[in-house]
């Protein structure tokens, strides 16, 4: 592995079904985060973790929850998946939680329908 | 509320110069990024500027006026790969990340 992979690449899943996106970096940074990119709008923040053990919430949080079990994982789940939630979501990483450049995954693109 | 303006979309010719300007009103200021995304892609780490003035990295520079709250990206010698969206973001004073809505960046030749 070389920086961030997200899994799967893409995804069509009907409405109420539960979804989990991985994400997973091998560049050791303290600092993880979850955006979701829809047409016209910025990178909205759903949820971050400034270390492993912790999260907190972003942006648009609601009908997401996080976990960080160890520095390298940080799974997305949505428990029961809407329509509004039709995004392309990326994953992303920083050595801290500060100022440092942050580095992207590939991205999930899903599709509720 | 904390806000970030970029064109929608600017057209350039190959061989020009263009300059994509970002505006923005944030609860504090500890950073700004430029950020390059092609269609389908991830972004990727352009630029960073946290003082006034101009940061020049090759073909691409960044500027940034902190008291206008400002920042324009120039891109120099376009070529056809430039094409992409360029993405302004702000580092507020809680130290989260604000994105622009991005500016589409097409390339003629």
């Known amino acids: 592995i070389a920086g961030i992979t997200q899994a799967p690449t893409s995804q069509i899943l009907a409405a109420g079904r539960r979804m989990t996106l991985r994400c997973t970096q091998d560049?050791?940074?303290?600092?993880m985060y979850w955006y979701r990119q829809d047409l016209g709008l910025g990178l909205r923040l759903i949820h971050y973790s400034n270390t492993a053990g912790t999260t907190g919430k972003g942006e648009v949080p609601d009908g997401y929850s996080v976990s960080r079990a160890n520095t390298d994982d940080f799974p997305l789940t949505l428990a029961s998946a809407v329509p509004s939630q039709t995004s392309v979501y990326f994953c992303?990483?920083?050595?801290?939680?500060?100022?440092?450049?942050?580095?992207f995954g590939p991205g999930t693109r899903l599709t509720v329908l | 509320g904390q806000n970030i303006d970029q064109p929608t979309e600017m057209t350039a010719t190959e061989g020009a110069i263009v300059q994509i300007n970002c505006t923005y009103q944030t609860s504090g200021f500890n950073g700004l990024f430029w950020y390059q995304q092609h269609a389908g892609e991830a972004p990727t780490f352009l630029s960073y500027?946290?003082l006034d003035g101009l940061e020049e990295k090759g073909r691409f520079s960044s500027f940034l006026s902190r008291s206008k709250g400002y920042s324009y990206l120039l891109l120099k010698e376009l070529q056809m790969k430039d094409s992409a969206s360029y993405l302004c973001a702000v580092i507020d004073s809680n130290y989260q990340l604000i994105w622009g809505a991005g500016t589409k960046l097409i390339i003629k030749p």
């Open positions: 500027n946290v």
């Open positions: 560049m050791r940074h303290n600092a």
């Open positions: 992303a990483s920083s050595d801290s939680s500060d100022t440092d450049t942050q580095y």
